[in-house]
């Protein structure tokens, strides 16, 4: 308070000293005195003249001077006799006075903030903590939406972070919205329905399994939608369902899917195994075979997959696919020899280790 005391007394010392003239009245004219002075000097230089006192040059000097300053003092009183209204002058500086401090809480009111407390600057040059600036973004995003409901970009950035935050029925309500003004997708379908069973705890509510049926029908491989269907089935009861969508998941994946260890985790839950990936000719012939001959040729294919990594050690994808069709036939003392083979292998190789590591742990190996 004390501070806004100290600029309100200096604001009004200003306004005083600007407007204080308006209200006095003009300096009292001569009327007219100046002008007869200079009139009488220029008699008695005359008078000096006739008696010698001074010459023609110095008497004709004072003549230029006299008539100079004669002139100015003629004009000054022309002047003062236009003044302007004294009453008008004083009431345009009250208006003034009371005028500008109104205007000026007019404009800082609504834009201003005076219970807002002290900002330190150490406070201001320290940095930001980890989740400020996500939190400010999404406010930002957050107050532009208010004003912009229908801006479906917005919508679709806002969505997610929320998701991350934890924020999930604000979260809910962006997913919806985004569909609504952005367009439908299956991966948004997917989205949406991630955010309502993460919601309910990780339980697929009649909610979020219609939400990834829509995700289906728009995109039958949407991995999202079938790994949800199949955790659906799963908590129904239904395991052998669910074993059959997350086999189909893993027979049409790629060998580097991001999603393939949560899903192969989930099957192994379930009693199932995924199948290790086979070429596109022996995938054809394996469906004509019997359920032992399919069995022995996959181990075929296993044992000389371990054969070729035994020369060539340097293959970490190889070796996870290894280590990977042990654990699913059952074989964990061959997939813990594989992995200690993997890892002497690739020892020499940082980067190549690491990757390793980070690949077997979805797989229940202890080292």
């Known amino acids: 308070m004390t501070l806004w005391f100290v600029f309100a007394v200096m604001t009004a010392a200003a306004i005083f000293a600007v407007l204080l003239p308006l209200g006095l009245g003009a300096r009292a004219s001569s009327d007219g005195r100046e002008v007869v002075v200079y009139k009488d000097q220029l008699a008695e230089i005359e008078r000096d003249v006739e008696t010698g006192l001074i010459g023609k040059v110095e008497a004709e000097a004072a003549r230029v001077e006299i008539g100079r300053r004669l002139l100015a003092a003629a004009d000054q009183e022309g002047e003062a006799t236009v003044k302007p209204s004294l009453g008008l002058r004083r009431a345009s500086a009250v208006l003034a006075l009371i005028g500008v401090p109104i205007v000026a809480l007019a404009v800082y009111l609504p834009l201003g903030s005076p219970q807002l407390p002290d900002f ?28 912009n409901p229908t801006d479906g970009r917005g919508w679709t950035v806002l969505a997610p972070v929320l998701a991350r935050l934890g924020r999930t029925d604000d979260a809910i309500r962006a997913y919806r919205n985004m569909i609504t003004y952005a367009g439908d997708g299956a991966a948004k379908r997917a989205d949406l329905g991630e955010v309502i069973t993460a919601a309910a705890g990780g339980v697929v509510t009649a909610e979020a399994k219609a939400e990834f049926e829509r995700a289906h029908a728009l995109e039958a491989d949407e991995p999202k939608s079938n790994y949800y269907l199949g ?27 991001p ?25 054809a012939a394996a469906k004509s075979m019997s359920d032992g001959d399919r069995e022995t040729m996959i181990r075929g294919m296993v044992d000389r997959l371990a054969a070729r990594l035994k020369q060539n050690g340097d293959d970490v994808e190889g070796w996870l696919r290894l280590v990977r069709a042990y654990v699913v036939m059952g074989d964990l003392d061959k997939a813990k020899g594989a992995l200690s083979d993997a890892r002497q292998a690739v020892s020499g190789d940082a980067e190549r ?14 080292g």
């Not at 980890?130 to 999404?138: A, D, F, I, N």
């Not at 955790?231 to 790629?254: C, T």
């Not at 280790?353 to 202890?366: H, I, M, S, Y």
């Open 120 to 147: 330190p600057l150490t406070a201001r040059a320290a940095p930001p903590t980890g989740t400020q600036p996500l939190e400010t973004l999404v406010s930002q995003v957050e107050q532009h939406l208010q004003k």
């Open 353 to 366: 280790l690491r990757q390793l590591n980070e690949g077997v742990k979805t797989f229940g190996l202890d």
């Open 231 to 257: 955790l659906a089935a799963e908590q129904d009861g239904r395991k052998d369902d669910a074993g059959a969508i997350w086999r189909a998941m893993l027979g049409k994946a790629p060998a580097d899917a």
């Open 259 to 283: 999603w393939r260890p949560l899903v192969t985790a989930a099957l192994g839950r379930v009693g199932g195994g995924e199948v290790p990936a086979l070429p596109s000719e022996a995938m």
